[in-house]
């Protein structure tokens, strides 16, 4: 497997003590991940032959332990140690039939965060025969599976995949477990508004900051143009409008002609407006000059 192993959840069963040769016709697993990356568990044991007591250990502590059973329990305790747990249940009524029993369970252990992506994986072990045997992991709310190709995502890769609408589940079958078989499985999912679900937030942050930006830019030149306009006087804005007729620019004899002043009272203006960088005066030959609007109004 190509990827790092982020939590194992060992499950195994170590002792049914009253029948040596005991054996499981179904053993099955649920590990349910919540919102919160909690993980809380479903274990079905279906024993072929009845038996008196039943002791199950995990390798990690358990919360609000639950049972069932169609058979009647005569005393069912859990016990948590240093880094593992214990389930001891002594029965008092199973029979060929009546051999079910179903323990519910939440636990202290957690999915590994790999920058992207969870990684949950886990471990069973079997001291005793199971016919059939299954494991399923249900991942949180609207998560999906971290892979482009689906069967990388978890392992082993004969997995198969199911929803409910709102949860992903991968789950595995297997037949004849045989004593002492160590199974492995994990899964790699990511979570809404990890990584990638961020980058749609960056991306339109940066397009109102530009957008803003420009608005305030282009709020600012227009402010600049009437500030300056509003300071022309009547003939100044005549000669302005001289300029912008003919594209910004004209040699000032043009101006003097379509504005009828006098050649003298043209020059005070260009003069003027030279003098408060509205123009810019461009000499053409030794007695002409050619008048250019600096600004775009």
């Excluded at 192993?5 to 069963?13: D, E, M």
């Excluded at 809404?192 to 937030?201: A, L, R």
Aim: aromatic share 12%; with cysteine; charged share 25%.
């Amino acid at each position: 497997m190509k990827y790092v192993t982020a939590v194992s959840l060992f499950i195994t069963i170590l002792m049914i003590s009253s029948c040596a040769e005991a054996s499981l016709d179904y053993y099955g697993t649920e590990v349910n991940i919540d919102q919160d990356q909690s993980v809380n568990c479903k274990i079905l044991f279906k024993f072929k032959e009845p038996v008196e007591e039943f002791t199950y250990f995990l390798s990690f502590n358990i919360y609000n332990l639950s049972i069932s059973s169609n058979f009647d329990l005569a005393e069912c305790r859990a016990e948590n140690f240093d880094k593992f747990s214990s389930i001891t249940c002594a029965f008092s009524g199973m029979t060929e039939e009546s051999n079910r029993l179903i323990l519910y369970f939440d636990t202290d252990i957690r999915p590994t965060y790999l920058g992207n992506r969870y990684n949950i994986s886990y471990i069973f072990n079997f001291p005793l025969s199971a016919d059939r045997f299954s494991s399923r992991v249900k991942l949180p709310t609207n998560s999906v599976l971290s892979e482009d190709i689906i069967t990388t995502s978890f392992f082993p890769d004969d997995g198969e995949t199911a929803t409910d609408g709102k949860h992903i589940m991968v789950f595995w079958d297997r037949t004849n477990i045989e004593k002492d078989d160590n199974l492995m499985f994990s899964v790699l999912y990511k979570m809404p508004g990890t990584f990638i679900d961020y980058t749609g937030y960056v991306i339109a942050v940066l397009i109102i900051v530009v957008v803003l930006v420009v608005f305030f830019f282009n709020k600012g030149r227009k402010k600049s143009k009437q500030e300056i306009t509003s300071i022309l006087d009547k003939d100044e804005k005549a000669v302005i409008d001289i300029l912008r007729k003919h594209e910004g620019k004209a040699v000032q004899k043009v101006i003097v002609r379509e504005t009828d002043f006098s050649k003298a009272k043209v020059s005070r203006l260009v003069k003027d407006l030279k003098s408060r960088d509205i123009i810019d005066i461009e000499p053409v030959s030794g007695r002409e000059n050619r008048i250019i609007l600096k600004i775009k109004l």
